[in-house]
């Protein structure tokens, strides 16, 4: 049974351009979160999507960010107009129904974007 | 809101040393506390919890002790390997769903 598959592992865009950052939950998960890691800072929650919904984005910035977990395929977190302070580790978990942390909560190996 | 406040790093220790990170902890009420590990390459892991005042958390020869006098949950290994060489990360739990995290410690190990 695979784990919480983060592609790609590492992103390169330049200011202004849009990245795309996605997240294949384990199977039998139908609960995705996103957390983001800036350069000497903890891991900050940012979303908690289940399939087609958003259940709590409030970690997430009012512009540019917006996230998706749809009926079929990976949830993607999408960042438009990329800028240098958008360069930080991205990590996506997943969870099953009706669990509570940490029981079922997996983590992926996260994507670093780096905004040049 | 509550928080974790996580020992610098990075930690570069020789075989068999000792190892403590520190983490305290900012909180209303008593959240569960956590410590997760990063191996290169891989995904955050639950190395060990705790849920409430005086649990000790432990996993592989790891230990954590919860202490609300201190608002302390320091990470301890009395004999280090080189395959404990990863990222350690102290976090607290804010709901159901929802985690708070330490910046990290990096850990070198070396033979």
């Known amino acids: 049974n695979a784990g919480v598959m983060q592609n790609p592992r590492h992103l390169v865009r330049r200011r202004g351009q849009e990245a795309r950052l996605r997240c294949s939950p384990m199977k039998g998960h139908s609960h995705v979160y996103w957390y983001r890691q800036l350069p000497e800072e903890g891991l900050k929650f940012m979303v908690y999507l289940q399939k087609e919904n958003i259940i709590d984005e409030s970690g997430m910035p009012k512009e540019r960010f917006s996230a998706e977990f749809p009926k079929e395929g990976p949830s993607i977190l999408r960042i438009q107009q990329v800028v240098r302070g958008d360069s930080a580790a991205y990590f996506c978990?997943?969870?099953?129904?009706?669990?509570?942390?940490?029981?079922?909560?997996?983590f992926g190996s996260g994507t670093r974007l780096t905004v040049v | 809101g509550d928080s974790v406040t996580q020992m610098e790093g990075p930690v570069t220790l020789s075989e068999e040393a000792f190892l403590t990170i520190n983490c305290t902890y900012t909180?209303?009420?008593?959240?569960?506390l956590f410590w997760y590990v990063q191996y290169p390459g891989e995904g955050l892991q639950l190395l060990l919890k705790?849920?409430?005042?005086?649990d000790k958390g432990s996993n592989k020869g790891f230990e954590a002790t919860y202490r609300k006098e201190t608002t302390s949950f320091h990470l301890e290994k009395g004999s280090v390997q080189v395959s404990d060489s990863a990222v350690y990360f102290c976090a607290l739990r804010l709901n159901d769903y929802k985690l708070s995290f330490g910046a990290g410690t990096t850990v070198t190990v070396r033979a």
């Open positions: 705790a849920t409430k005042a005086d």
């Open positions: 909180a209303t009420g008593y959240p569960s």
């Open positions: 978990a997943s969870s099953p129904p009706s669990s509570d942390i940490p029981h079922g909560y997996t």
